[in-house]
Each structure stands twice: as C-alpha cells, then as structure tokens.
C-alpha cells in the first residue's frame, strides 16, 4: 500500500507498560509487578487493496465479536480404501453429535466429500463471489439430513450462497468409481452446519452462513504427507494375480416387507471370515404400518451387538459402517395398494375392478380407516358357499352368506371378516357393489362391533361401458382377485447373511500370470500420476507393472540383454502394482528405446512381456 499510514490503518491503541511500583496519571494508581497488558496481531493478505479492506473488516467483526463465532461441526474419522480403478471412503458419525455452544443448538447438516491432485484443494474452489475471488468449493458427492433445510443458504458472502444440499439423506460412505490406477488423489470428508437466520425486531432479515471444518494435509520439503482425522492420500491399484474377492451370502430373508436390504463391502480386509449376521426389526404398532420401524444387526458367531437397536430416520437409510460392511435399508414408508402386483390371478369377468378405498362411503368408514399392511386373497364361490359379511352399519340385522371367501395370505388367516356393500341386496359380488376388509385393534385381531371396527382396503366391480351389455361378463366361481400393499419391516422380520473374506489362491494366480503389463505403454516422456514439483529439473518418472503376484521379482533387461534394474514385489494379495522410477541399478535414468521384463514368482510361474520408453 502506497502512501498509507499502516499504524492508523492497522495498528492497535496506544497502551502504556510503565513498570513495577509507578504511579501513574492515567489510571490514578500504582501499577505493581506482572503488569500485562494483552493485545491481538492479524496478518492480513488479499488480491488487491479493495480485497484487503474487506479482510480487515471480518478481522475487527471477530475481534469484537471477542472471538465468539459458530464453529463447524467436529470433523469425522475418514479411512479411505483404494482399489483397482475405485477408491472407497468411509467415515463415523461424531459430527452429527457436536453441540454448538454459539448457536446452544445440534447445527449438523451434512457433509461434503472432496477430491482434488493436489494437497490444498484449490482446484475444487471454482465457486466465485461478486468480486470474482475464490469463495466455495464443489463437491463431488454431498450428502445432508432429510429436514427440509436445503438449497441456497439465504445469507451470501459477497454474493456467494452456501449450498446446502437436497434432502438426499445422510450417508457414511462413498465410492468414488471415476478414478485411473497409479494416479495420486487427495480426499476430505468436511461436514457443513446450518447456518443461522433471524428477523430482528426491527424487522431487518440477518444470519450467519454455514461454516465447514477444516481440510488439512500438509506435504513438506521432502514430500513426506500427513493427513488429518479427515482426509486421506491414496493412490488406486488392481489386485495381486490370484486375488479372490470377498463372498455374501444370504441364508435367510423372512417377513412380509416389500422393503429391501443392499449390503456392500466397504473394507474387505476388516471383514470377518464366515461370520453370519442377523439383521431384525422392530416395530411397536398395533397393526405393523409404523413407518420408522427400530432395526439391529447382531454377529451370530461372535454373540455380539454390531449396531444397537436404531430407528430408520428416513425411508432409505445407510447404517453406519460395522466390520468393513455397510447396509443399506430402502423401507416402504407408506402402506399403499401395489399396483403392479394387485389384479385377477384367474378371471372370466370383464369388469372394471377398483382398489383402495371406496370414496361412496367415505362419510360412514374414513373415521376408522386403517390402511393394512398385508395382502388379500378374495375368491369367488357359489351363491351362499361364502362367509357371512360383517355388519356395514350399527343397525345392520345379520345377514345372509355371500359368495365371497376373503384370506389374508402376510398373516395366514384363511377367513377374514369383511363389509359387504351389495348394490343390489341379491347376496352376490357383482357390477356396483363394493367389499371393504374389516380388522381388529390389533394385527390379526378380530373386529367385535362395527362402531370400533377398522376400515380397510375395498374393492369395487364396476360394468366397462366400452363393452355392450350382451357382452358384460360377471365374476364367475372359482375367480381368484390378489390385492397386495407395500409393507414396511415389522417386528419378528430379519435378514441373515455370511461373508467370506477375500482370499489368495495360487492357481487362480498361476492361470492369470500372463495379464502381468506395464502401464503406461509405450512411456512418452511423462505419466498423467507424476508428481509436480517446483525443484529444479523434471520431476519424477515412474511407470507401473500391473496384476503382479503377490511376491515375485521382477528384472528389467535390454533388448541386448543386459541387466538393468531387478525390482522385488512383497505385497498384500490386495496389491498387485509395482512403481519402478526409470532409474538403472547405477542410480542413472535409462535411455529410450525397446526393454524387456521378466516377472517371476515362486510356485506359480514366470512371465516375459516388452515396453517402451520414448521421447
């Protein structure tokens, strides 16, 4: 800054340190020993003076503020997983637990998962404010709460919004599936909180954006990288030659759920071998429609609890990752007729058939409407051969058998009470008329009276106008219709499955030999995963042998024969890669041209292959 005085502009009050036992004017006192007087220092940087006037005024906010600002959630422990062409992350859930005390509130909202090639992230940080400076950064996965909190955070920063997610509902891990093999990638797993908005009582609209924590990985002089709790450097690989990936098996699925359970392998080496694990639920409803059941996972073998007894938040739901595997749980949220699995398992009747809720008597049954989770079964008998309707009023004298036998097949009760509204008082289920399934005060409870009966799912013939009456064809004896709803977990309801863990097997590793390469090649002067560097000279040069065994040696020759660098692979069986820097045995970096390589591994064979290196 040119011309500007940086004591007036910068600098803090005058203050006076007089010494011990001095009296002094200002203070009318005699200033003792261990006299202290505290002052703040910033440093301050921007891109050009308008820019760094701007800093200097957060700056003094937040010394006025006497440094009280909201602080991001605490930061999760992330452990990343590479693999060949993948990289999985997977993290705990501490930071949806941080309290702020600025806010006296759980701020949590979501977290955003980054990736960038180098170690500051600054290529993520594309997002700009109105003055055209560097502001947010973008993700390549979020994931926040399902609260209704979502979109642009109303409070800008310069222009610039926080993004704060879509309602896409928490999640513990991410796969990242667009990576290359050999290729240097840096993560962080960074969580994000609300933010604050208020109306002042004089009706001025103020707040604070979301903050995010911190990403932190420092590289020094020598390249050496220390991560944080929350980020992580990985470099993706193929596995060893013989390689075998973890099983899952599933021994049992029991309960009528239409919900469905996905399980994936998150850390493969922190599996456990031949483990079987149960995964139940429980609900606490009276007829199994609650919509947010409780689920536990419990490993058999070990007689442990995995995950404690959690209810589902959301209708899709991803549990926190336990022994290397996570489980996604999709839950059928709201009891409804299935469609596509409802209709005529045999029919001779061309009727309209509608299924739900008959809307003609809705003034008399919406009071005690029940929608039941479980599938029906409604035959068609001879006139008289069916059961006898329950009373479709209080008044109702007792009425004649129907025609109509109505089974609940989810909990195998073979005679269900139903309401018969038959049209036309003739006894028979025909065009006009209309069923309603009646229950109890409880799942597979009989109703005792109309008054405290519930009503549920109907089913109603209705004549096709399309077709002529000559042609209207009545449900006939033996017709068989399927109702079928979508059910969410209930107690007594599980899911068993097993898992075996990866393993090696030297004959698969004898059979897969000969997909041994190198990679890049041909070698043209620079590979896409060389590091950077600002030192003199080019940098490093490295290639890759791929789909190694898991120990071998490996020597590089000539196209004359000589020796020129002899390289040993020692490697966990998830590992079949091995950097070579394109230095002879000598420390030298070797010319371009044609070089053999032969690959050899005890108790499985040898392999001989060529590469380039070129210009």
């Not at 409070?155 to 991410?174: E, M, P, Q, R």
């Not at 004089?202 to 979301?210: L, R």
């Not at 990985?217 to 690989?237: M, W």
């Amino acid at each position: 800054l040119m011309g500007v005085n940086l004591g007036n502009w910068f600098s803090s009050y005058l203050f006076h340190l007089l010494g011990r036992t001095t009296y002094t004017q200002l203070t009318g006192t005699i200033q003792g020993t261990g006299e202290t007087e505290r002052f703040s220092m910033a440093l301050i940087f921007g891109m050009n003076a308008q820019d760094l006037f701007r800093r200097k005024r957060t700056v003094q906010q937040i010394y006025n503020a006497n440094y009280r600002f909201a602080k991001p959630p605490d930061k999760p422990i992330m452990k990343a997983i590479s693999g060949d062409r993948r990289v999985t992350l997977y993290w705990d859930n501490r930071s949806e637990l941080t309290f702020d005390p600025f806010y006296q509130k759980y701020n949590f909202e979501g977290y955003n998962v980054y990736r960038s090639s180098e170690a500051n992230f600054l290529e993520n940080k594309i997002i700009t404010d109105a003055y055209g400076r560097a502001t947010f950064r973008l993700p390549i996965a979020q994931f926040d709460l399902v609260n209704g909190v979502k979109g642009l955070h109303p409070i800008d920063v310069n222009g610039a919004h926080f993004y704060l997610g879509d309602d896409t509902g928490l999640k513990h891990s991410f796969i990242d599936t667009t990576v290359q093999n050999g290729q240097t990638y840096y993560y962080a797993v960074v969580p994000y909180d609300q933010g604050f908005t208020t109306t002042t009582i004089t009706g001025e609209f103020v707040g604070i954006p979301p903050s995010e924590a911190t990403s932190i990985i420092n590289v020094d002089f020598n390249g050496r990288v220390k991560t944080d709790i929350n980020t992580a450097v990985v470099i993706p690989h193929a596995a060893a030659a013989g390689y075998i990936p973890p099983n899952i098996s599933m021994t049992t699925v029991t309960g009528p759920g239409t919900g469905s359970i996905s399980i994936n392998v998150i850390d493969p080496a922190s599996l456990k071998h031949q483990h079987i694990y149960t995964l139940s639920f429980i609900d606490s409803t009276a007829v199994h429609d609650n919509p947010r059941p409780y689920y536990k996972l419990e490993d058999q073998t070990a007689g442990a609890t995995a995950i404690p007894l959690s209810r589902l938040k959301s209708n899709s739901e991803e549990a926190p990752v336990i022994d290397g595997l996570s489980l996604n749980i999709f839950n059928d949220t709201s009891v409804v007729i299935d469609q596509k699995k409802t209709g005529w398992l045999t029919e001779n009747s061309n009727y309209v058939v509608q299924v739900g809720f008959d809307s003609r008597y809705a003034a008399a049954y919406q009071a005690r409407r029940v929608n039941y989770p479980a599938d029906f079964q409604i035959t068609i008998t001879a006139p008289g051969a069916g059961d006898i309707p329950f009373p479709s009023t209080s008044f109702d004298n007792p009425q004649s058998p129907s025609n109509l036998v109505v089974k609940n097949l989810t909990e195998n009760i073979d005679h269900v009470q139903f309401i018969f509204r038959d049209d036309n008082s003739n006894t028979l289920f025909d065009a006009g008329d209309a069923v309603f399934i009646v229950s109890g005060d409880s799942a597979g409870m009989l109703a005792t009276d109309f008054p405290s009966a519930g009503k549920s799912w109907s089913i109603t013939f209705i004549k096709d106008t399309l077709i002529p009456e000559p042609q209207q064809r009545t449900p006939q004896p033996g017709d068989v219709f399927h109702i079928a709803t979508k059910k969410p977990f209930r107690t007594g309801e599980y899911y068993q499955f097993q898992f075996k863990s990866p393993s090696y097997s030297q004959d698969t590793a004898r059979s897969n030999i000969s997909k041994v390469a190198v990679v890049p090649n041909p070698y043209v002067g620079v590979a896409s995963w060389e590091s950077q560097t600002t030192s003199v000279g080019r940098g490093e040069r490295k290639i890759f042998f791929i789909h190694l065994p898991k120990s071998c040696t490996i020597r590089i020759f000539t196209m004359s024969g000589h020796l020129v660098q002899t390289i040993t692979h020692d490697s966990a069986i998830d590992d079949g890669q091995e950097p070579w820097n394109l230095l002879s045995r000598d420390g030298l970096g070797i010319a371009f041209g044609m070089y053999v390589f032969q690959v050899e591994a005890p108790g499985v064979g040898s392999y001989i292959g060529k590469f380039a290196v070129m210009k």
